[in-house]
Structures are given as structure tokens and as C-alpha cells.
């Protein structure tokens, strides 16, 4: 029991000893080192729609749209005032260009005749961008649709692809 007694004084520098090998509370009050923000993530970059064309392509391409005999059913097209064709013309552009799938873009015209445009999602065909349409265009109360696939020209105008 002696032996006992004279050790536990030892065991109890060994532990104390322990103690003072483990982390200090200055390292804990440190904690980890965190990187420093980057300056050049200060600018925000200038971000530009790749896919939209540029308000000026909008205008000269709305100007060259007004021949939408290719976008209207043919039997439908004698029939047709200037004021109906231009109204056509804008929404088939507008539908194309900006519309959202499945939302009709509707147009009204001259004596009751109207019409609207619905368009489905871009397609990317040969790194060129296409769109289902239908155009729909009612007079006296007879509605004429067309459908096809039309497809965005370098230019900004659009085409009725085949």
C-alpha cells in the first residue's frame, strides 16, 4: 500500500503534464485562418443577352417582316387589308422573338378580322435558332391556321424554314 501512495503523486505530474501539451487557449481563440477577399471581385462584369438581337436589328428586322404571306394561311391572304398584314407582321415578329411557349400573342385589324400567334421553344438546329409557330387568323368567324417552323436569320428576321 505504500508503494500505492508513493505513486499516485507521480501519476498525478504525469497527467498534469498532459495537460500543458494539449492546445493553449490562445490557439482555440485564433481558429482557422480564412482567405482574404479577392479585390477584382469588387467590379460586377457587364452581362449582354446573348441570343436577343439588338434593339436597332429589332426595328429595321419588324420593318422587313411586313411580307408574312410565308407565316399566313395562303386562302387567307387576298383577304387581307395593309393595316391586317402589319398587325400579322408585329405579332409574328414579337411572338417569335420574345414570346413564351404556348402564350398567344393576339393582333386585331381593319372591318373585325384578327388573329393571334402562338410559338413553341427554341430549337437549336445547326447553330441556328428555330421556333414552332401557329398563326391563327380569324375573319367573319372563320378561323385559318398555319403552322410551320421558322428560324432567326443572321439579320434578325425570321424565315419559315422548308
Not at 492546445?23 to 457587364?46: C, E, F, H, K, R
Request: proline residues 9%.
Amino acid at each position: 500500500m505504500q508503494q500505492i501512495v508513493r505513486a499516485v503523486p507521480l501519476f498525478a505530474m504525469l497527467l498534469l503534464a498532459g495537460c500543458s501539451m494539449g492546445p493553449s487557449t490562445s490557439d482555440v481563440a485564433l481558429g482557422p485562418t480564412l482567405p482574404q477577399p479577392n479585390s477584382t471581385l469588387g467590379t460586377q462584369p457587364t452581362i449582354t443577352p446573348a441570343s436577343l438581337p439588338a434593339p436597332g436589328a429589332i426595328q429595321s428586322a419588324n420593318t422587313t417582316m411586313n411580307d408574312v404571306s410565308a407565316f399566313l394561311d395562303p386562302s387567307v391572304l387576298g383577304q387581307l387589308s395593309a393595316k391586317d398584314k402589319s398587325e400579322a407582321a408585329s405579332a409574328q415578329f414579337n411572338a417569335l422573338t420574345f414570346g413564351r411557349p404556348g402564350a398567344p400573342r393576339a393582333w386585331t385589324g381593319d372591318k373585325g378580322t384578327s388573329g393571334n400567334v402562338t410559338v413553341g421553344p427554341y430549337v437549336r438546329v445547326n447553330n441556328i435558332d428555330c421556333r414552332d409557330f401557329t398563326h391563327t387568323v380569324t375573319i367573319g368567324g372563320a378561323p385559318h391556321a398555319r403552322k410551320g417552323t421558322a428560324c432567326r436569320e443572321v439579320d434578325g428576321t425570321w424565315s419559315v424554314a422548308g
